[in-house]
């Protein structure tokens, strides 16, 4: 089980940049096609960005063409928790931080059939890619 980190309002403002707060502590999402992260192929792991949380590795990321990048599946279930998001007339299911409960994406049944069938829907913003020097040299 992952430890619930605590912060104050004021904290997340002081440690965030301004479009990180937008996304990850009031559940926005950044404009498609915009973000660091969309066309990424560096091998490593995705970070959450507030608590740098291990949430995704670069092997499971794929070109879904949606306008953030895309992974079928999660490092470890108990890193994210999933919530019904009913927001906007819409029904989705929203994909948060388990440890520090910050807004990631949304996760779809629309993925590659072939391996979960799942699309995890992420801003770029909401993550740090940690490069993996082990990976690239093999």
Request: net charge negative.
């Amino acid at each position: 089980m992952t430890e619930k980190m605590t912060r104050t309002d004021a904290e997340w403002r002081a440690q965030l940049s301004p479009e990180e707060y937008a996304v990850l502590r009031q559940h926005g999402t950044e404009r498609p096609f915009t973000g660091e992260y969309v066309n990424t192929k560096t091998p490593g792991i995705y970070l959450c960005a507030a608590c740098g949380q291990p949430l995704f590795e670069s092997d499971t990321k794929f070109d879904s063409h949606c306008g953030w990048p895309s992974f079928w599946d999660v490092m470890d279930k108990g890193n994210v928790e999933l919530r019904q998001d009913n927001g906007y007339g819409m029904q989705r299911v929203e994909v948060l931080c388990s440890s520090c409960g910050s807004h990631l994406g949304h996760v779809f049944e629309d993925g590659p059939r072939d391996t979960t069938g799942l699309r995890y829907c992420i801003n770029s913003v909401a993550m740090k890619l940690q490069p993996d020097a082990e990976k690239g040299a093999k």
